[in-house]
């Protein structure tokens, strides 16, 4: 799509620009009342950010360094099995309240990258050094609350969107990892409060690249995706009974190939779907007590889709009818004592396509391609099926956590990982036995600490031990240290 919105977003940048030169003469009128707890300094950034009423802006940088092996080519023997880089993550935000209830909303991002070894996707694959990347606007939408007086919020354009725990949506751009997550949408709610419910309704339109709908900065020709898509979600939720807490939802989703996607830059030698799959689901969630609280989540999923990876029993152009199942259920006990214990239960259920029929039973997770619960289980599918794309999965086991302080968290966690059918049907030959269902043993380590209101850092550490579903046992690994600061 060529469609440009240059002449929008430099009247964002003016509008910002005219509020900043204004800052001076309006500040000390406008400025709310500190709250008691912020100290001399807290209280001058707090004024600098929101220099007049209708105006709030801020910013914050994320350094990480990331090291993993065997999990995006599930082999040693590829020579870029061994990936080190560093990520340098910036964002500008900034937010306008021209009326009561109103605002407009932008945001820019960028995200540098160092590697230490030569890349295994991304422009610079196969090689090393530093790679600038782009400069993008990862948000801009107009945000109307209160709608007529009534209990109503409506956004329009691009934002971020986290649906549950965003098992089905939570980032529409898979293919940039954490630099950017947002989705091109317009979100209507609106509150029956009495009845202690909500209803949804959202209207999705995702370009495959990053340039699609608004212009780059140093652009790069990059796809956040393999397809574009366009879909439809209705929810509906009610909190009245505090223990059930049931929402149910119905999303459609709409993939068009794209033209010119680039497989030897991406980590899925593949291209995109064509496709319309209709997901029907529900969860409950609440407390059971004063002690354990839960989640249970289900989808059934139908419809067609074109999907020329499938290699068995033989490579198709054809459309196949759709079939799929997904759950994703969480049990925790929480301890109440002063390092706040909380030991908690998963296990998640991704049906896969079974070679023996003519239908599709892999399961989709439309807009849920991101580290939920593993940077391992984001890479390792690349080969399998796309990267993020999780299927044909299996996963139960325990996780715990603690806080010995308020800053410091530490949690663990393992889990069996296996395959819902023994054959691959969408892998890379040669990576995947066909004759066994055990993914591996898969265990995690996370120690968060917050430094101060402005800092915050994390050390990651994960390893899966590969069972019978792969051909190479080497073991995968990822590693991770990171430093967040906002302003």
């Keep these: 799509m060529t469609t440009k919105l240059p002449a929008l977003v430099l009247l964002i940048l003016a509008a910002c620009s005219s509020v900043c030169s204004a800052q001076n003469t309006q500040a000390t009128a406008a400025a709310p009342p500190p709250p008691a707890d912020l100290s001399p300094f807290e209280q001058t950034l707090k004024e600098i950010k ?67 070894r030569p890349a295994g996707y991304t422009p610079m694959k196969g090689h090393s050094g530093l790679d600038m990347t782009e400069g993008v606007i990862d948000n801009l939408n107009v945000k109307w609350g209160n709608i007529l007086g009534q209990p109503a919020t409506l956004v329009v354009g691009r934002q971020d969107l986290l ?64 397809q574009n898509e366009t879909g439809a979600i209705l929810s509906v939720g009610n909190t009245s009974l505090k223990a059930l807490s049931p929402t149910g939802y119905f999303v459609y989703k709409h993939d068009d190939q794209a033209s010119g996607f680039d497989p030897v830059h991406n980590p899925a030698p593949r291209g995109g779907d064509n496709g319309d799959i209709y997901t029907v689901g529900g969860r409950l969630q609440g407390l059971l007590g004063t002690h354990w609280k839960y989640w249970v989540e289900g989808a059934y999923q139908f419809g067609q889709k074109q999907d020329v990876t499938v290699q068995f029993p033989a490579p198709s152009k054809a459309y196949r009818d759709i079939d799929a199942f997904g759950a994703n259920t969480k049990l925790s006990y929480l301890f109440h004592d ?128 590969p069972g019978d579903y792969y051909v190479s046992r080497s073991v995968m690994s990822f590693l991770r240290a990171e430093l967040a600061f906002t302003f």
């Design 338 to 465: 002063s390092w706040n214990n909380q030991l908690t239960l998963s296990y998640e259920f991704l049906s896969g396509d079974n070679p023996k029929t003519g239908n599709d039973e892999m399961f989709d997770v439309l807009w849920g391609r991101w580290p939920r619960w593993s940077e391992i289980g984001l890479y390792s599918f690349a080969a399998e099926t796309r990267i993020g794309q999780e299927a044909n999965l299996h996963r139960l086991g325990p996780t715990w956590s603690i806080d010995p302080t308020k800053a410091l968290n530490f949690s663990a966690s393992y889990f069996a990982l296996f395959s819902d059918q023994e054959v691959a049907t969408r892998g890379v030959p040669g990576l995947f036995s066909g004759t066994g269902n055990f993914r591996g043993h898969f265990l995690q380590a996370v120690l968060k600490y917050k430094f101060s209101r402005h800092m915050s850092g994390h050390l990651w550490s994960e390893f899966e031990f």
């Design 163 to 226: 649906l549950g725990d965003g098992w089905l949506v939570g980032d529409g751009t898979p293919y940039d990892g954490s630099w950017t997550y947002y989705l091109d949408a317009a979100r209507f709610s609106y509150e029956f409060a009495e009845q202690h419910t909500v209803v949804e309704a959202i209207g999705i339109m995702q370009n495959a690249k990053d340039d699609g709908l608004l212009q780059t900065i140093n652009d790069q020709d990059r796809f956040l995706t393999e």
């Design 50 to 116: 929101q220099p007049v009423s209708w105006l709030s802006w801020g910013s914050d940088f994320r350094a990480r360094n990331e090291y993993f092996d065997n999990i995006l080519t599930l082999s040693p023997k590829n020579p870029l099995h061994e990936q080190d880089y560093f990520r340098f993550r910036a964002r500008l935000w900034a937010s306008i309240t021209p009326i009561d209830d109103v605002s407009l909303n932008a945001r820019l991002a960028t995200e540098p990258r160092e590697w230490l």
